[in-house]
């Protein structure tokens, strides 16, 4: 099922719906990169506390971390941007177009 539907109407509508998918994919591929090295940056919170950033950001708070509250706020951060960037994903490959 997908997220949204693109509907074009144009007398190009081919032309311009092969630009506007390009352009998704494009984003798409920029968004996946972007989690990536997300994924990198927070691997090295994950291993030295070996826990996974789902349940640093529901049980521990900043006294449970050696850093305190920079390390909180840096891992906190970059969990919350890899939860947006994945989100933007989700939507951008569940739309349909439709000719």
């Known amino acids: ?13 081919a032309d311009i719906l092969d630009l506007v998918r390009s352009a998704i994919n494009a984003e798409i591929v920029k968004l996946e990169l972007a989690s990536q090295l997300s994924n990198n940056r927070l691997m090295p919170f994950e291993q030295k506390y070996n826990i996974t950033s789902d349940y640093f950001i529901v049980n521990m708070a900043s006294e449970d971390l050696e850093g305190g509250d920079d390390e909180y706020i840096t891992w906190a951060g970059e969990y919350k941007l890899k939860q947006r960037l994945e989100d933007k994903l989700y939507k951008l490959k569940k739309i349909d177009y439709v000719n």
Do not use: T
């Open 1 to 13: 099922m997908s997220f949204a539907k693109l509907y074009i109407q144009s007398k190009d509508k």
